[in-house]
T-cell receptor, first 114, second 108 residues
Framework: DAGVIQSPRHEVTEMGQEVTLRCKPI?????LFWYRQTMMRGLELLIY????????DSGMPEDRFSAKMPNASFSTLKIQPSEPRDSAVYFC????????????FGPGTRLLVL | AQSVSQHNHHVILSEAASLELGCNYSYGGTVNLFWYVQYPGQHLQLLLK??????LVKGIKGFEAEFIKSKFSFNLRKPSVQWSDTAEYFCALGPLVFGKGTRLSVIA
């Protein structure tokens, strides 16, 4: 398995533009998590899905952020409009059913909003 | 509310020194605890995990951690660090709550 796949790996955009981050979880995993990592706040959970259904989005910072999982093999995190303070590394992770399952992280998308 | 505290922000050690990174959690229920490592420019990888049973958990690359329920702690240890252990280390309570991380720098 190729692991969790994220695209793009790097994104540079201007303030006000729409940004879409993509994630392909490991096949067979039914949990998908989106995290944001910054120097100031560390690693924060934004939202997670179970069987394509959003379970907890309390970590989504503002209405400018939205996430979807249209099927078991694809998820998007969208920021519209983007702001400089959104600059961070965004990680996607997936996990199988069962609390003892290992969570696998993707390589991350490094976002810079100018 | 669940929380994880990692009190050491940056630790600098010489090669062959022993390592202990602190992790304290706040949660009253059954805990699932993890340590992850993030090498420079890379994604997080699982070092070890605790769910139940033996409170001393052994992980990859010679790391181990001890769950002490009475202290709400899950400290990470390694008897002798190597330069290649230079990385950031995260303690996590389940998949939802992470500590802010401890940066480890190992110098020759």
């Amino acid at each position: 398995d190729a692991g969790v796949i994220q695209s793009p790996r790097h994104e540079v955009t201007e303030m006000g533009q729409e940004v879409t981050l993509r994630c392909k979880p490991i096949s067979g995993h039914d949990y998908l998590f989106w995290y944001r990592q910054t120097m100031m706040r560390g690693l924060e959970l934004l939202i997670y899905f179970n069987n394509n259904v959003p379970i907890d989005d309390s970590g989504m910072p503002e209405d400018r952020f939205s996430a979807k999982m249209p099927n078991a093999s694809f998820s998007t995190l969208k920021i519209q409009p983007s702001e400089p303070r959104d600059s961070a590394v965004y990680f996607c992770a997936s996990r199988g059913t069962g609390v003892q399952e290992t969570q696998y992280f993707g390589p991350g998308t490094r976002l810079l909003v100018l | 509310a669940q929380s994880v505290s990692q009190h050491n922000h940056h630790v600098i050690l010489s090669e062959a020194a022993s390592l202990e990174l602190g992790c304290n959690y706040s949660y009253g229920g059954t805990v699932n605890l993890f340590w992850y490592v993030q090498y420079p420019g890379q994604h997080l990888q699982l070092l070890l995990k605790y769910f139940s049973g033996d409170p001393l958990v052994k992980g990859i690359k010679g790391f181990e951690a001890e769950f002490i329920k009475s202290k709400f702690s899950f400290n990470l240890r390694k008897p002798s660090v190597q330069w290649s252990d230079t990385a950031e280390y995260f303690c996590a309570l389940g998949p939802l709550v992470f500590g802010k991380g401890t940066r480890l720098s190992v110098i020759a």
